[in-house]
């Protein structure tokens, strides 16, 4: 993506280039064939309550966008009025008292070099142009969460314009109830967040990345590996597998082991790292690197540059599961056997969530997350590679709890997303705080069990 550098201003429909500046706003090259009536580049918080108002005074719907990387395009709805947040980009750091107050359009990159620079650290997201507008609302899955938590539990407090244009501060003692919903309702929040404050930590010591690949092959024994480890590998590590038709030093298909570590120390990050380098499966990779050390921002970079380059054409899906290994190895190897072209690939983590969290929206995970990434060109192949991702997921996703909003494919394939009761209850703060829905949901969703 590219950062705003130009004043925002009001597009309406007829405004000249209004097509080519909405379409502008996304990640993904896809153009979803639906245009807002009305696209407010915001400046300031005053011109998001303006924003607002306008969208009460005329019954629209509002949409939203911020760094524009929801893979479903979320913000692109028919005939709404589309608010974006990108040129509200502010950091301010407090260093004495470890904290920020951060603008949603704010890239994550940004955000991890100006805090590296004072010995500070907050999770991030792992690609450098995700804004944290989008990213910290439906949980936020960044660099060391596995230690940290989740990124919204770092969220001690937010600025928020309510449906009715007001401007509320919503944290533990305010507003508690949009600050309990803010944290994990995603693309379904019913407010604009025009200000985050953040919890802040002392950078670690050591950022360093364990790198193996093996071929495809290999892939039942390999995830069998995985799964055997997973639960006692340190949190420190983010130990993850991507299948990818194009694997760095095979340049054929196979599976790399990625296992990116922050640490304090080099013997705390080598041994961390121990289960790779004394695999019993070592013998059978095609490549086995040291532990390197590499910095968040390079690894961010170099994540984007080799699997996730912009304006491409995207299909994106998800799951958590507990499942037996030996009930998800057919529907991996399908994923592995009809993976689009490179840079398509799928994503297997070993999350293993602590036992508690604190209490918020955001109630899903399971001990492994799965998502698949489709991507292509051209328009023309639109057809051929547009409903793998939803293809795959559906398939095994009797095998799943549910997903994660952060890859969400909802107006494709409603999936739950948070745990029943939570989901009432957001319901019913949405009514107290939207009565009249004028911020738009998620673009599906299934209805609560029994
Ligand atoms: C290349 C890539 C890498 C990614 N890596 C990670 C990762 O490492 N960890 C992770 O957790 N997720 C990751 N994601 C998922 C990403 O966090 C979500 O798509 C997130 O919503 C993106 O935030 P955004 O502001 O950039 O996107 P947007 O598309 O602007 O936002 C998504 C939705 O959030 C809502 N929203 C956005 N801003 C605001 C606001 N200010 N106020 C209220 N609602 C708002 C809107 O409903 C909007 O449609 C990645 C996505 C991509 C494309």
Redesign the pocket.
């Known amino acids: 993506m590219k950062r705003n550098r130009n004043p925002g201003k009001v597009w309406e429909r007829a405004t000249p280039g209004f097509d080519a500046a909405v379409l502008a ?4 090259g896809r153009d979803p064939g639906v245009r807002p009536k009305v696209y407010v580049q915001a400046n300031t918080a005053e011109d998001v309550i303006a924003a607002v108002q306008r969208a009460q005074r005329e019954a629209l719907k509002i ?9 479903a ?3 692109l709805r028919a005939d709404g009025l589309l608010i974006d ?2 040129r ?1 980009h502010r950091i301010e750091i407090d260093e004495a008292a470890m904290t920020a107050r951060v603008g ?2 704010c890239w ?1 990159v940004d955000l991890d070099i100006a805090l590296k620079k004072r010995g500070l650290f907050f999770p991030v ?3 450098p ?7 910290l ?6 660099w060391n ?1 596995r230690a940290l938590g989740l ?1 919204c539990e770092s969220v001690i407090g937010m600025d ?1 314009v309510l449906a009715d244009g007001s401007l509320v501060h919503a944290n533990a003692q305010q507003h508690a109830d949009l600050y309990w919903a803010a944290r994990g309702a ?4 019913f ?4 200000r985050y404050h953040l919890r802040l930590y002392p950078h670690p010591k050591v950022t360093a990345l364990m790198f193996q690949v093996f071929r495809m092959v290999h892939l039942e024994e390999v995830f069998r590996w995985a799964d055997a480890v997973g639960p006692n590998v340190p949190r420190s590590v983010e130990f993850q597998m991507l299948l990818t038709p194009k694997a760095l030093g095979i340049f054929s298909p196979g599976i790399e082991v990625i296992a990116p570590v922050l640490a304090d120390s080099w013997e705390e990050a080598r041994e961390a790292v121990s289960f790779i380098r004394n695999s019993p499966l070592r013998p059978k990779a095609s490549l086995t690197l040291p532990l390197l050390p590499v910095s968040t921002v390079l690894m961010s970079r170099g ?2 540059f080799t ?2 380059p ?1 304006r491409m054409r ?1 299909c ?1 899906d998800n799951m958590w599961t507990d499942a037996p290994i030996d009930d998800l190895l057919p529907g991996l190897r399908r994923v592995a056997d009809t993976l689009p072209p490179a840079p398509s690939h799928a994503l297997w983590l070993n999350w293993q969530p602590p036992a508690e969290r604190p209490d918020m929206v955001f109630s899903m995970e399971a001990k492994r997350y799965f998502a698949v990434y489709g991507e292509w060109k051209r328009a023309e192949d639109d057809a051929k590679h547009e409903d793998w991702a939803t293809g795959c997921m559906g398939a095994m996703a009797a095998h799943s709890q549910g997903i ?4 969400e494919n909802l107006g494709r394939r409603p999936a739950r997303f948070m745990r029943d009761e939570k989901l009432a209850k957001l319901d019913r703060i949405r009514a107290k705080y939207d009565p009249e829905g004028r911020f ?1 949901a998620w673009m599906g969703r299934i209805k609560p069990g029994p």
């Open positions: 706003t996304s990640f993904s949409s939203l966008v911020s760094g524009g990387h929801s893979w395009q979320n913000h947040l990108s509200l949603p359009g994550s997201a792992h690609a142009d995700v804004c944290l507008g989008g990213y609302l439906q949980g936020g899955f960044g969460g990124a928020v995603g693309p379904g929040f407010g604009v967040v025009v994540a984007s699997h996730f912009d995207w994106a994660q909003l952060a890859d738009q």
